[in-house]
């Protein structure tokens, strides 16, 4: 988003308090971008949100929000970082089809790694040092056979992972931290040196606005990020109250694969693995295990053409629109009539909601409004 | 079986070169029992086997068979020593349900065990001390819990299997070695032993003759008595060409289930088990896990009653008999109508086949001949 004036609309309606994601979205259907819910006026507000809120978005920023907005802007016309909108085309695909994509992500670095084909690794902050080198292993293979790896920042195998995973040779993948701390901060401050080389050779990413601190209720929040800009989830080592657990939880629910490697039965690192592969997560002894499973599912993934495929094509919106017709109708509805896959829809309906020409009803069904 | 003249039939019938247990059965299925095949004549036989063993099936015994049933008699005479024939109420009422049980067991030691429920314990023969400890532990939790642990006496795995289950205790479990030798010889040589106190405490079984030596085409056949007698295998070390995976093979197509210990993806001991996941084989951390995953399938478990549940009572062969008609009929169809267990119909059947009142037809159905 070069334009600034469309950004700080997008940037205060972020930072408004009491707007989430979720209320984000409920206003955005209903006005449209950004600019016209601000200029909505007090009385249309107020149909959709409480009071309070509606008041504040008819008024003029605060002035603590305007300095924010003024950061924002100033911060993101820095070489390498990047303010992405929804309605970007840059936002990442494999994000939009999941049940709550960030209205923002503030991102840092190489944004091309947000659109291959990834594969998430992740685990626990305590590792092992075998576990510890599996992970960098596993990543560095993934890496070099072109994909993004993805992980959390964490100490312990997330650090190991991105490590494995960082290369500076742009026709090999790298990999991407997603952070719980506003870009402007690192956390944990012992991973300082690795985030600033993610930052030239990998990406960062975050939805959580600059100056945002370590919060423990950001991080389970993050891992649904983690997941969901990935195509698989592999956990490394997990005890069996580990993180690393939620977000393969929350791969499943966003219809990504779950890998495990598994351990000896004596260790509590292996047991989060070992219960993930009980409940039907496949178990991998190698990244080429990884690369066989998801390339079944991704026949580009070669030629790294995941982006193009999934981000909706002029012709694509089109036939998503006459195939909807003017009766409300389900995702599932549109794949059967399209033949489109799931992640280009999904694309596609966010596109058409956004450009307002339909509109999401309750139980996740669609209509056409023009 | 008490009558030395019946027994001595079986012994020639499974004596007599080219009379394997495809062949007994068919005999067993057209004659009755054995002294019946012997008595039918050459002409009868020559309808159903080739004309040199029907010459040998109708002629006097020869020298070598007589002198070897002579000792097989003497040998079942032995306190501890038992000669289990197929028409035996004693005979293993899980091998039943195999598609190629053994006409005659040779059986030294407690043979109560080969009633209880049953867990095989197998994997590799150079085993790690890990692997070894795991195996003694497992089988040790199994046999405290009133389970036989079955294994196959080779070193490694299955010698520390038989070590830890092995229990004086009549209300414990023990432990079942089936060997690939004659029941007079001991392989391997180091477990003599061991097995002079599986003799005592547990019990020991073969199907081949005594004196049989150790002949590496034997072990693998014998691994479907292994996984015949169980209701699941659980395999503790393997390679991905271990013999071990045999025997879960045949678990498999028996119907038992299959357990399996991960280890490291490192170590080439773990690779099998974890092809074994891959493969659908449930992933254990404790013995607790297969008593958890049996007790589904084994209600009486806890009381020791599968024996009882599972052979024929005579009311059971009567409802068998009155469902199956004069047509032919499958064993699904008479599962519906009776609504008998697999197990206890593939038993009933199998009486009622030895009694001459019903034939087995090709195809596996099944007819009703009085």
């Known amino acids: 988003m070069t334009e600034a004036e469309g950004l700080s609309d997008w940037l205060r309606l972020s930072l408004t308090d009491g707007v989430g994601t979720q209320t984000a979205r409920d206003l955005l259907n209903r006005f449209g971008l950004p600019e016209q819910v601000f200029s909505a006026g007090f009385a249309a507000l107020q149909k959709c949100v409480p009071d309070k809120l509606a008041r504040m978005l008819s008024a003029a920023p605060s002035e603590s929000i305007a300095a924010q907005i003024k950061l924002s802007l100033a911060w993101a016309r820095q070489p390498g970082n990047q303010v ?17 994509p960030p209205p923002l992500l503030y991102v840092k670095g190489r944004m091309d790694l947000l659109s291959r084909p990834s594969v998430a690794i992740v685990g626990s902050r305590s590792a092992t040092q075998q576990g510890l080198q599996n992970a960098a ?39 991407v931290a997603i952070t719980g701390t506003g870009m402007d901060r690192v956390y944990p401050a012992k991973h300082r040196a690795l985030a600033h080389r993610i930052a030239i050779d990998g990406c960062l990413v975050s939805e ?31 005890a069996l109250q580990s993180g690393s657990l939620i977000t393969a939880k929350s791969a499943l629910e966003q219809g990504r694969e779950v890998f495990a490697i598994p351990g000896s039965i004596h260790s509590p ?27 079944w599912q991704l026949p580009s993934i070669s030629d790294h053409q995941v982006h193009s495929a999934a981000t909706p094509k002029h012709s694509e919106s089109d036939a998503l629109l006459e195939a909807a017709g003017y009766d409300p109708v389900s995702v599932d509805d549109l794949a059967e009539r399209t033949r489109l896959p799931l992640m280009a829809i999904h694309a596609g309906l966010l596109a058409l909601e956004m450009q307002g020409q339909i509109e999401m009803l309750a139980g996740g069904m669609y209509r056409r409004l023009r």
């Open 84 to 100: 992405l909108t929804l309605a970007d085309h840059d936002y990442p695909p494999s994000l939009l089809s999941i049940a709550d």
């Open 208 to 238: 959580y606005p600059l100056g945002t601190p370590a919060m423990a209720a950001n991080f389970p929040r993050r891992n649904r990020l983690i997941s969901g800009l990935s195509q698989g989830v592999l956990v490394v080592e997990a």
């Open 137 to 175: 292993r596993f990543a560095q293979a993934l890496s070099d056979a072109g994909l993004t790896v993805i992980s959390g920042l964490a100490l312990g195998i997330d650090g190991s992972a991105h490590e494995g995973a960082l290369s500076p040779n742009p026709t090999q993948g790298s990999t």
């Open 269 to 295: 690192l292996a047991k989060g693995c070992h219960q993930l592969i009980r409940q039907g997560a496949k178990l991998v002894e190698s990244a080429q295990d990884i690369l066989e499973e998801l390339r």
